[in-house]
């Protein structure tokens, strides 16, 4: 009886801290913030320029360019840098972010093929 009575604690107990693990999200995601930035990407080069250089920005954990939508991703840390600033930088690397339009020095050291007049390939 003992035993028995000793296991179904042991089992409430287990099944209480599970429950309660699962509605915590992990320390570091509870910390970031999700963006989406519209830009004016176009081929596979792009995609690697802006995930290369954004990675380097401050606060960044995540990037990714989805090349069909042309939505670049940005997780990062709240606190450290802000969506503006992100999409400045976006523009710093020659592309389009939303409403901003690329910085012209940096889009004009773009390739031909990472152009905005050129059709996605």
């Given at each position: ?64 360019l989805d090349n069909k939508t ?19 930088a976006v523009t710093k690397v ?13 889009y004009d050291a773009l390739p ?10």
């Amino acid at each position: 009886m003992k035993t028995k009575l000793f296991l179904t604690t042991i089992i409430i107990t287990l099944s209480i801290i599970g429950l309660q693990a699962q509605d915590k999200k992990p320390k570091n995601e509870k910390k970031l913030e999700t963006v989406e930035i519209q830009t004016s990407a176009v081929c596979g080069m792009c995609k690697e320029k802006l995930e290369h250089d954004l990675a380097f920005e401050k606060g960044v954990r995540f990037v990714e360019l989805d090349n069909k939508t042309k939505v670049l991703t940005i997780k990062f840390k709240k606190g450290k840098t802000t969506k503006e600033n992100l999409k400045k930088a976006v523009t710093k690397v020659g592309y389009d972010a939303d409403e901003l339009q690329a910085e012209q020095k940096a889009y004009d050291a773009l390739p031909a093929c990472c152009k905005k007049d050129v059709a996605p390939h």
